[in-house]
């Protein structure tokens, strides 16, 4: 089983798997981070080469079954694993945490990209706290009049144009108090986050909620067709009925 990864739902498929007898999983990540959490289990690392390349591995490996842990907005590698196991014709199924849902007091604006999270900020805040990961940074590099707290996990390369302000190195998940005060130690104004769903990321949300903060929540990509899940439970379901 190859279970595609990035994400710690996926760490935490494979531990899970690990004690079902009778499946060998490996797990894949892209090589994004440089110290990626990983599983005990088998872990390769790299691209494929598209939907080409995913399928070749996939018949050298003798892959009988894929499943989808990527994060929700990992588009690309989704639309080619769907791809891939349809022309090889195995088993094929994403696992898509919900998306968060705005309550009573959440300040959402909702957006469709980064990009237009960019267009609405100079009208809205002056100082913002970023938390889009570093991959999409530069669309926001233009935006020289803000200042901004940006956090990832691992500092953008050196090349790529980054906004105003200042880099927090980190990995999650973050507490509601280490928010909070985040929040108040750089008097942010605003926040801008991917609707990436699940529990690790979510405390920035109730911080905000709690100060009356403006969110700009950037929508979820589309996703490929195809079986979904969204709870660990379901997916472990998943596999022991297909493996029957
Ligand atoms: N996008 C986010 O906000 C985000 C946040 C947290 C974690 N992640 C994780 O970071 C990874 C990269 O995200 P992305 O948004 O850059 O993905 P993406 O745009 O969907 O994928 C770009 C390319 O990266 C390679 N790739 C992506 N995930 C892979 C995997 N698990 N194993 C092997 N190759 C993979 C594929 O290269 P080839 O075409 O050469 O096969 C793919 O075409 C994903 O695995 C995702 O789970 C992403």
């Known amino acids: 089983m190859l279970i595609l990864g990035g ?27 440089r110290q990626p959490l ?6 390769r690392i790299g691209g494929f080469g598209g939907v080409a390349g ?12 894929v499943i ?9 590698i989704s639309f080619n694993a769907a791809a891939a196991a349809l022309e ?5 199924l994403m696992v898509i945490r919900p998306a968060w849902q705005p309550i009573p007091g959440d300040r959402w604006i909702e957006v469709e990209s980064n990009a237009a999270a960019a267009t ?9 706290f970023l938390t889009i990961g570093r991959q999409e940074l530069s669309t926001f590099a233009y935006l020289r009049d803000l200042w901004f707290l940006m956090r990832m996990i691992d500092p953008p390369q050196p090349d790529v144009p980054v906004p105003p302000g200042k880099l927090l190195l ?45 969110v700009i929540m950037v929508q979820r990509p589309a996703m490929p067709p ?19």
């Open 7 to 33: 994400t710690g739902d996926a760490v935490a498929l494979a531990a899970r798997t690990a004690a079902i007898p009778e499946i060998e999983v490996i797990t894949s990540l892209a090589g994004r981070t």
């Open 38 to 43: 990983v599983s005990s289990q088998n872990t």
């Open 54 to 65: 995913l399928v070749e591995y996939l018949r050298d490996q003798q892959i009988d079954r």
């Open 68 to 76: 989808d842990a990527t994060h929700p907005f990992a588009a690309k």
């Open 88 to 92: 090889v014709g195995i088993p094929h």
């Open 120 to 128: 609405r900020l100079p009208n809205l805040a002056q100082r913002i």
């Open 170 to 214: 980190e990995r999650g998940p973050f507490s509601l108090d280490q928010e909070r005060s985040l929040l108040h130690q750089y008097q942010i104004e605003a926040i801008v986050s991917k609707n990436s769903g699940g529990d690790a990321t979510y405390a920035k949300i109730i911080a905000a909620r709690e100060l009356g903060l403006p």
């Open 226 to 244: 195809g079986e979904q899940v969204n709870t660990l439970e379901a997916a472990l379901a998943w596999i022991e009925q297909i493996g029957s």
